[in-house]
């Protein structure tokens, strides 16, 4: 199947620095990429949707200008959580999609992001 | 309002019994449903779409339109079949909506 890589797995930041999460995908064009957030012991809940080229459309809740998504490429999108706090500490997982893979998405192994 | 249930958060069995986790779904158009598993330290992944009506792993699920239901079944379990459950459900724009999950224990 196709895959798709995140970087970093894991990122320990202090109070008020912003991060950047990766989301690549390494053997297909990822048309759109979708990114969630899952808290512990909770189910992923979509942030945002990406498509390549174009402005990141969020869902309703979600802070566009805290969580900064760009996908400027056809094989990576980027989020960025700035001026980070301890309640943005959550496990971060991309997925993606492409023409050719008939609507079946495929996720990355998700970036764990603990703020202190 | 688009909504996946998972009523059951932990669903604990003995190894070769039968698993049913369950899944309801709201959608008020046709929906496009799923079954993800995520084993220990891994990533999501398929296990199988509702469109494929195949059996993956010996796992099988049947869309139940007038029951609004897509329960995901495996006559034996496995103590390998441990792990975390998603039913999700897809929209026409390929957002998925995932349930709270359900985890599966097969117990020895």
């Known amino acids: 199947g196709a895959v798709v890589s995140q970087h970093p797995s894991w990122v320990i930041c202090k109070s008020g620095t912003s991060v950047k999460i990766e989301c690549r995908s390494l053997?297909?064009?990822?048309?759109?990429m979708f990114w969630y957030r899952q808290f512990p012991k909770q189910s992923l809940m979509l942030m945002a949707t990406?498509?390549?080229?174009?402005?990141?459309?969020?869902e309703q809740g979600v802070e566009k200008d805290k969580f900064l998504i760009n996908h400027a490429s056809l094989t990576l999108s980027t989020l960025t959580v700035t001026s980070a706090h301890p309640e943005d500490s959550s496990f971060y997982i991309c997925?993606?999609?492409?023409?050719?893979?008939?609507?079946?998405?495929?996720f990355g192994e998700g970036s764990r992001l603990t703020v202190l | 309002a688009q909504r996946v249930t998972q009523p059951e958060k932990l669903l604990s069995v003995f190894k070769g019994a039968p698993v049913e986790l369950k899944c309801n779904y709201s959608?008020?158009?046709?929906?496009?449903l799923f079954w993800y598993v995520q084993y220990s330290r891994q990533r999501l992944q398929l296990l199988l779409r509702?469109?494929s009506r195949e059996s993956i792993k010996g796992f099988t699920a049947d869309l139940n339109k007038g029951e609004t239901s897509f329960h995901l079944k495996k006559p034996f379990a496995q103590e390998e079949d441990s792990a975390m459950y998603y039913c999700?459900?897809?929209?026409?724009?390929?957002?998925?909506?995932f349930g709270s999950g359900t985890r599966l224990l097969v117990r020895p």
């Open positions: 990406s498509n390549e080229g174009s402005k990141a459309t969020y």
């Open positions: 997925s993606a999609t492409g023409t050719e893979l008939t609507g079946e998405l495929f």
């Open positions: 053997d297909f064009q990822a048309t759109t």
């Open positions: 509702h469109i």
């Open positions: 959608y008020s158009g046709s929906p496009e």
């Open positions: 999700a459900l897809m929209d026409s724009s390929y957002k998925l909506i």
